[in-house]
C-alpha cells in the first residue's frame, strides 16, 4: 500500500511539472493579454504630437502661418465684415527633402467686426486630409481646425490665434514594424502669438490628447500641455515626460 501511494504521488509531480513546463525558459504568454497602452511609448506618442505641431507636416504652426497670412492681407483687400471667403491650397515638400508630405486644404475665412465696423479679428475654418513621412513615423490622416485670429488692427503688436486643431488617421512607426494602427489627435490653443511683422511665434500654450488603437494589442490614450517658446520651439509635457520640440523640422528632443 505504501509504494502505491508513493507511485500516485510521483504521477501527481509529473503531472504538474508538464502543467508548467518552459520554453526557452520562459513560460508561455497568452497572445490575448493586452499591452499597456498597446505597445506605443510617450516617445511614439511625442512623434505623432510633432508632426501634429511642425511646419512640414501641416501641424498648428503651418496652420497659423496660413492665417494670420491672411489677416495681414485684410487692408490691402478690403475684405467686407461678415462676407466668407475660401481658399483651397496644395501643399508638398520639396524634392529630396528628409521629411515628406503632400496636403490639400480648403480654407474658409470671415472678417469679424466691432461695433464700428473696424476688423476686430478674423475666423477661419480648415479642412485637409494628405500624409506626412518623419523621421520616425508616417501617416495619412485627415482633420480640421477652428482658428480665431485677434490683433488685426495695425497698432497691435501681435497676432493672437485662439482655437482647436483636429486629426485622425493612421499611422506607422519607422523603427518597430509591428507598431501600427489608427491614432487621432486633439490640440486646443490659447493665445499662441506671432509677433508683427514677421508672424514668428513668440509664445502661447495647448493642451494636447492622443489616442488610438493598435490591432491585437488594444488602445492607447496620452495626454499633455504644450508651451510655445519664442526660439521656434514649443516645450511639450506627456504624461509627465518633457520633450522640445522644433517647429520647423518636427524634430524632438527628449529631457
Known amino acids: 500500500m ?3 501511494k508513493l507511485s500516485i504521488m510521483a504521477m501527481l509531480l509529473v503531472g504538474a511539472a508538464a502543467c508548467n513546463k518552459t520554453y526557452n525558459g520562459t ?3 497568452s497572445n490575448s493579454a493586452p499591452t499597456a497602452n498597446a505597445g506605443v511609448s510617450t516617445d511614439d506618442a511625442a512623434d505623432m504630437a510633432s508632426g501634429s505641431l511642425s511646419l512640414n507636416s501641416n501641424g498648428v504652426a503651418n496652420v497659423a ?3 494670420t497670412l491672411n489677416a495681414a492681407s485684410v487692408p490691402n483687400t478690403h475684405q467686407a465684415c461678415g462676407i466668407v471667403k475660401a481658399d483651397t491650397i496644395s501643399r ?12 490639400n486644404l480648403t480654407y474658409s475665412f470671415m472678417l469679424l467686426c466691432d461695433t464700428s465696423n473696424h476688423p476686430d479679428s478674423l475666423s477661419s475654418s480648415l479642412i485637409y486630409s ?3 513621412s518623419g523621421p520616425n513615423i508616417s501617416t495619412t490622416n485627415s482633420g480640421s481646425s477652428i482658428f480665431t485670429v485677434g490683433g488685426l488692427l495695425a497698432s497691435a503688436p501681435d497676432f493672437i490665434i485662439n ?5 485622425a488617421g493612421s499611422f506607422k512607426s519607422k523603427t518597430d514594424t509591428a507598431k501600427n494602427g489608427s491614432n487621432n489627435i486633439d490640440i486646443v490653443v490659447k493665445g499662441l502669438t506671432l509677433k508683427k511683422p514677421g508672424r514668428a511665434i513668440v509664445g502661447g500654450s495647448a493642451t494636447i490628447a492622443i489616442s488610438g ?3 491585437k494589442k488594444g488602445n492607447f490614450s496620452y495626454t499633455g500641455t504644450i508651451v510655445f517658446n519664442n526660439d521656434g520651439t514649443a516645450t511639450l509635457t506627456l504624461n509627465g515626460t518633457v520633450y522640445t520640440i522644433n517647429l520647423y523640422t518636427g524634430v524632438k528632443t527628449r529631457h
Do not use: I, M, R
Not at 508638398?92 to 496636403?103: C, L
Open 163 to 167: 482655437g482647436e486643431y483636429k486629426s
Open 213 to 215: 488603437d493598435v490591432p
Open 130 to 132: 494628405g500624409s506626412y
Open 2 to 4: 505504501k509504494n502505491f
Open 65 to 67: 502661418n496660413d492665417v
Open 27 to 29: 513560460t508561455p504568454k
Open 92 to 103: 508638398q515638400s520639396a524634392s529630396g527633402a528628409s521629411v515628406t508630405y503632400s496636403y
